[in-house]
């Protein structure tokens, strides 16, 4: 006897099909019938386990957890982004952190989503819009709450705003957005 199995363990999991239509006789003729079969569709929900790593971004998400919002800036130039950045662009040097939490902040451009990915999708419609800090050369796109998106205005332009942080971070871009100033 063979220390292999001979036959696929099976198991009632996965998808149980009742009722496919195939034809009883396997001639050419009756096999001609498969082309025109309407194709067989499965709906599964999909779930997988993915690990990231910030890697050097990562003082950025701590700063967000902590209710703090960090620029990177260029040692040399001064060049600073709004965005993480380990390196500056232009020269390859390595970059240092600022905090920009404070900084005077303001609406540079907006528009109004009416569609998003599976996350956003529940709360469309709503505004997307490019932040520009005072001293900071790149723009952050976030998102702008306590605007109507139904009623979009020119004069969102220009508009200063301030960061607000989620209580609970999910150590994402989405933990910071940004309000009218009060």
Known sequence: MSKFPSQQSE???GYILHGVPFPK????ETLAFLKK???????QEYKITYL????QDSPWFAALAN???????DVDSA??????????????????????TDRPARVHAFTVCYFGSEEFLPETPFVLALIQ??????????????????????????????????????FKPTDVYFVPKS
Do not use: C
């Not at 209710?67 to 800036?73: E, N, V």
């Not at 060049?79 to 020269?91: E, V």
């Not at 050369?137 to 702008?144: G, K, M």
């Open 11 to 13: 198991t009632l999991s």
């Open 25 to 28: 006789e396997s001639d050419p």
């Open 37 to 43: 079969m309407t194709p067989i569709t499965l709906e």
């Open 52 to 55: 990231h790593s910030y890697g």
């Open 67 to 73: 209710k703090h919002l960090l620029a990177s800036r």
């Open 79 to 100: 060049y600073t982004y709004a965005n993480p950045r380990g390196h500056d662009m232009y020269s390859g040097r390595e970059t240092e952190w600022i905090d920009i």
């Open 133 to 170: 800090f005072e001293g900071v050369n790149t723009l952050l796109l976030t998102r702008l709450l306590g605007v109507d998106p139904a009623q979009p205005a020119l004069d969102w332009i220009d508009l200063p705003v301030e960061p607000r942080f989620l209580r609970n971070s999910k």
